[in-house]
């Protein structure tokens, strides 16, 4: 007889034909879905087997016992779990063995582990028990250091095997051509697989340009319109072939009927691939209904042996849902700040138990119906304070983040925006950002994760890309840009990551960062010229020396706030709010050279305090210290001196707005051109008309501060150099052309070697469909050679009706008053939206849109590594990559993670795995 758990009926499904030996609950063993019993058949009583009873398919096997256990004469069997294989305890006279089937159902795989004597006048076998560490124990009374011992054994067995189970859960195949069989997995693992797989759901990459076969003469295609009629449908991109996910998961538990077109091979027979998809679904009674209906069990935790069981009442549901809210809203407040979870010490009489234990104990004293269902009043088994319930949470959490995240893209083009970086534990991590423009019109960039990498070469960073496509239904097929740094790696011509994506799509044009290209520009003509090279490295010294020491620090401060007070009084200080607040030198940093406008301009602000403070350092301290104090001191009271520090601030200035523009998410590759003309531009204009205003602002500044200032019209003289053989120029010519018109050239030279990606013929093109002054930028046969950059997306048709639609779109746009005074195709694209012309015009406005998708600068992902050294800090260095995924992803789309409801990730939460507690 069996017993439905859901309609709580009694029925007969016939006699097993087999009679059990010593039936006993305590003798009965599950594993794998599966109940096992020492048994005999009712044919051949003498043959004593295992009889097996498969809940799911309610059908009885037998399995054979160890070869050397078949004679029944003064022989003891007993059943068991050992390291997760199905053991046997096998007793003939006084010797014990013990035997483990290794390959579950292979008789061959039965493997002897154990063997002992047992000792006389004893009864072993009723006493022993299976233990994780693959041996036998009795029940003895054992010492308390050997108990301690061997549970700390046990708790180090449970940890590696669900580590070895969160490695198989983060790398499953996505592409249902490229999976193992179920059947390959650990059995005791099977479920959890089946879980995760279920949880991402079917592989359906619905953007995907489906190719072509030959079929009866006839082009056929896979049709993504079936994903919407049959919901368990998958597609494999590496096959080209459809597979069934239900039939994947579960086909091995039921007798193998029928082909193996949906599991093995693939289905890729598309001449009627409708109806021979339904032919595979069958009758209700088909393999396939069959393993439908063990997906909804699996996912069905009411249906579970262990629920039945348990019995929860209502009352029990409602404080567990409490609980669980409870513990979601104080996941979410952590996620949100950045904080860790764990404390030092968690233990009951610690002052501080970790953040995530302390926020609940707040919740709870704040709230009377929380303190009734959390902590110490929650059941024993179910606190949900576990650090593995912790991560679940997390989990749950960043999987409903990711998936707004991916449905917000659906089948938009898009681009990606890579780069590697060292975390603090020196693990090299690769960042990837999503780039698309949305229903309204707006661009978006998304953070969408973090992956650990063993190394940095293109293959290795590829096929993490590719992983990520195939596990979040993405296609290559909708790839549009790809914007990275200028390492080797990313950019290679023959084996670079660019190189290796546009094999497989040639429309995903590669753009370099522009602003790591202004920062190459600002880095080179550094180094080329030893006169800035030098200014730069005693600007490094004035801050190094001057913030050397807390008394250096606290006596700059005193300084400038003394200034800042006889200024106010003398009536020469602009006051307001925000201004004048304390503060103190900037430091450069190595690799941000527009931090270097900062620390200029500090010094600029701050140089009597400087000064000050340096002379502070050579009254007191006369040591090395005030040695070094000295010669800063007099390196910077030098007309020299001043003006690189004002040349340097001018040129600066300008490629700092620049970069700072460069940096925005919504930064289309149009107005960034633009940016940079204008930049050179600006820079022309001050290398022909601004010396003279530069020499009479750095004379104010040292008359300000008497610094001498010499005679333009005399001669030049460099001081530690002889003059017998020194040429002869003139202060004017050294200043003006030896360091004004020089740098600014070889400022101008690097920003056109630098950016010469503009002048390609495709981003010229992309120039003619900005809005800037009344569209003047227009040119039809630019746009039209512009859409024969994208052949995928324009057939020669639709050139044609493109050429017509480009007449009509300019007259419009230009006599219509709400496309006036436009800056930029941003604007364009969402003011089409807004006044539904990108419907009218949708050739047109797919143009706008690709030109959108390129990428400007790869600045999201360089926040997404200043936010990784936020929550993967000093004290968090032992991170593991899952947690650190999870945690940074939240961190970092915040504004979409605020969007989810929490009973969203309770319910993934909760079909994650089996839990004890029941909504």
């Known amino acids: 007889m069996v017993l439905t758990v859901g309609s709580g009926i009694w029925r007969n499904i016939g006699h097993p034909g087999y ?37 799911e398919s309610e059908r009885f096997q037998e399995l054979p016992l ?101 490695e198989v859960l983060a790398n499953l195949q996505a592409d249902p051509g490229l999976r193992i069989r179920m059947m390959e997995y650990d059995t005791n693992i099977r479920d959890e697989v089946r879980r995760a797989y279920l949880q991402k759901g079917p592989c359906q990459p619905r953007g995907h340009s489906f190719p072509q076969s030959n079929i009866s003469g006839i082009n056929r295609r896979f049709i993504p319109q079936w994903f919407d009629e049959f919901d368990w449908l998958e597609y494999s991109v590496s096959k080209d ?62 249906t579970h042996i262990e629920t039945a069981v348990s019995k929860h009442s209502e009352q029990a549901r409602v404080a567990y849902r409490r609980c669980l809210i409870a513990s979601i809203k104080c996941t979410k407040f952590l996620l ?18 970790g953040n995530y234990l302390e926020l609940l104990q707040f919740l709870a004293d704040n709230d009377e119906k929380v303190k009734e269902v959390v902590l110490e009043n929650a059941p024993g088994n179910l606190k949900l304070v576990a650090p593995s319930i912790q991560k679940d949470i997390v989990n749950a959490c960043a999987g409903e983040t990711l998936d707004v995240i991916m449905s917000g893209l659906k089948d938009r083009f898009f681009s990606i925006l890579v780069d590697e970086a060292r975390d603090i534990l020196v693990k090299e991590q690769m960042a990837m950002v999503l780039r698309y423009v949305d229903d309204s019109g707006h661009v978006i960039e998304r953070f969408v994760g973090i992956q650990h990498v ?8 590829k096929d993490a890309i590719d992983i990520f496509f195939s596990s979040n239904g993405l296609s290559f097929s909708k790839l549009r840009g790809q914007g990275y740094d200028g390492a080797s790696n990313m950019r290679g011509e023959l084996n670079g990551l660019k190189t290796k994506i546009l094999r497989e ?38 801050v190094n020396h001057v913030g050397a020491s807390c008394k250096r620090r606290d006596a700059l401060r005193a300084q400038l706030q003394e200034e800042l007070v006889v200024a106010f009084e003398n009536d020469c200080l602009i006051t307001g709010r925000g201004l004048h607040q304390e503060t103190s030198l900037k430091r450069a940093g190595d690799t941000r050279w527009s931090s270097h406008y900062g620390t200029i301009i500090s010094i600029i602000s701050m140089f009597s305090s400087v000064i000050h403070v340096l002379q502070m350092i050579i009254d007191d ?83 300000k501060h008497h610094i001498d200032v010499p005679n333009m019209d005399e001669a030049f003289v460099l001081p530690g150099r002889s003059r017998r053989n020194a040429p002869i120029k003139t202060n004017r010519h050294h200043y003006r ?183």
């Open 66 to 166: 160890p070869l050397s256990s078949q004679n029944l004469r003064r022989t003891y069997f007993k059943l068991g779990i050992l390291k997760g294989w199905l053991s046997v305890i096998h007793k003939v006279n006084d010797v014990i063995s013990v035997w483990v089937m290794k390959d579950y159902g292979v008789k061959e795989s039965w493997t002897k582990e154990h063997e002992f004597k047992e000792p006389v006048g004893s009864f072993v076998t009723s006493t022993m028990k299976f233990t994780d560490q693959g041996i036998m124990e009795r029940f003895f009374k054992r010492k308390s250091s050997l108990g301690s011992s061997d549970s700390m054994g046990s708790s180090r067995t449970s940890c590696s095997r669900q580590s070895e189970l969160d």
């Open 336 to 353: 949100r700040q950045g904080l860790s979870f764990r404390g030092n010490d968690e233990s009951a009489t610690s002052s501080n138990r």
């Open 454 to 461: 063993t190394d940095t070469t293109s293959s290795s960073l």
């Open 505 to 542: 799509q040639p429309c995903a044009y590669y753009v370099h960062c522009f602003a790591h290209q202004l920062q190459l520009a600002l880095v080179a003509v550094a180094k080329k010229n030893i006169d800035i090279a030098s200014f730069f490295t005693t600007t490094n010294s004035v």
């Open 19 to 55: 009679s059990f030996y010593r039936v006993n609950p305590r003798h009965g063993i599950y594993l794998n879905g599966v109940l096992h019993w020492i048994g005999r058949s009712c044919r051949d009583r003498s043959r004593r087997l295992i009889c097996v009873f498969d809940v």
């Open 737 to 919: 052309v030896e360091l004004f018109i020089y740098v600014i050239d070889e400022q101008l030279t690097e920003l056109d070697d630098r950016f010469n990606e503009v002048n390609t013929e495709l981003l010229i093109c992309l120039a003619c469909l900005s809005p800037n002054d009344s569209f003047v930028a227009f040119d039809k046969q630019k746009l039209l050679r512009l859409a024969q950059f994208y052949p995928q997306d324009f057939s020669d048709g639709d050139l044609l009706a493109l050429e017509d639609q480009l007449e009509l779109y300019i007259h419009y746009v230009c006599s219509s008053s709400d496309f006036s005074n436009l800056q930029g195709i941003g604007d364009l694209a969402k003011k089409m939206v807004e006044t539904r012309m990108h419907r009218a015009f949708n050739y047109v406005y797919l143009l706008i849109t690709l030109a959108l998708v390129l990428p400007v600068a790869t600045t999201s992902v360089e926040r997404a590594f200043s936010v990784m050294n936020i929550i993967k800090g000093p004290l968090r260095n032992k991170m593991g990559d899952q947690w650190l995924n999870d945690s940074l992803l939240v961190y970092v789309e915040k504004d979409v993670f605020d969007c989810i409801e929490n009973e969203a990730i309770m319910l993934r939460f909760q079909n994650m795995k089996p839990r004890r507690g029941q909504l």
């Open 621 to 703: 301290n006369p040591n090395d210290s005030a040695g070094e104090a000295n010669k800063i001191q007099r390196e910077m009271l030098t007309f020299q001196f001043v003006f690189h520090l004002f040349l340097m601030k001018a040129i600066l200035g300008l490629t700092n707005d620049v970069s700072q523009a460069l940096q925005k998410k919504d930064q289309e590759i149009v107005n960034a051109m633009a940016l940079v003309k204008s930049c050179k531009e600006k820079l022309h204009w001050m290398r022909n008309n601004g010396f003279d205003a530069l020499v009479e602002e750095v004379s104010s500044f040292c008359d």
């Open 241 to 302: 072939a459809a597979f069934c996910l239900y039939c994947y998961l579960f086909k091995s538990n039921f007798e193998q009927v029928g082909s193996e077109a949906f599991t093995g091979v693939g289905f890729k027979n598309w001449k009627k691939g409708r109806e021979r998809i339904k032919v595979h679904v069958g009758p209700v009674g088909s393999v396939h209904n069959k393993a439908r209906e063990a997906t909804t069990n699996l996912m069905n935790q009411n």
